[in-house]
Nanobody
Framework: QVQVVESGGGLVQAGGSLRLSCTASGLIFDDYAMGWFRQAPGKEREGVSCISWSGDNTDYADYVKGRFTISRDNAKNTVYLQMNSLNPEDTAMYYC?????????????????????WGQGTQVTVSS
């Protein structure tokens, strides 16, 4: 049984930082590109960032480039999202995503239909 569990969300002031973590179990972690989506109230779920199975390749949506950093530790089956310089527009539910792929690449514009497993989400709220 596959489980994907996020943690690290919370309330932060504009300009602050948060670090999200996502741990997956029940799957061969190295077989999966991992990443993060977010969904604000009334909006569609959108890709934020992704990292290839080796960790050598990453991609970011334009609106988080230079502020967010994704990384993974395959020994711990965990992916991280370091979020700096947060602003109120970053307020959303953040979802961890896993896509099984033979390619050591990923795109932050990946479709929700490409995702094999989702976490339950962790709320990030940025106050102004």
């Amino acid at each position: 049984q596959v489980q994907v569990v996020e943690s690290g969300g919370g309330l932060v002031q504009a300009g602050g930082s948060l670090r999200l973590s996502c741990t997956a179990s029940g799957l061969i972690f190295d077989d999966y590109a991992m990443g993060w989506f977010r969904q604000a109230p009334g909006k569609e779920r959108e890709g934020v960032s992704c990292i290839s199975w080796s960790g050598d390749n990453t991609d970011y949506a334009d609106y988080v480039k230079g502020r967010f950093t994704i990384s993974r530790d395959n020994a711990k089956n965990t992916v991280y999202l370091q979020m700096n310089s947060l602003n109120p527009e970053d307020t959303a539910m953040y979802y961890c995503a896993a896509e099984k792929t033979p390619f050591d690449s990923c795109s932050s514009s990946w479709s929700i239909y490409d995702i094999n497993y989702w976490g339950q989400g962790t709320q990030v709220t940025v106050s102004s």
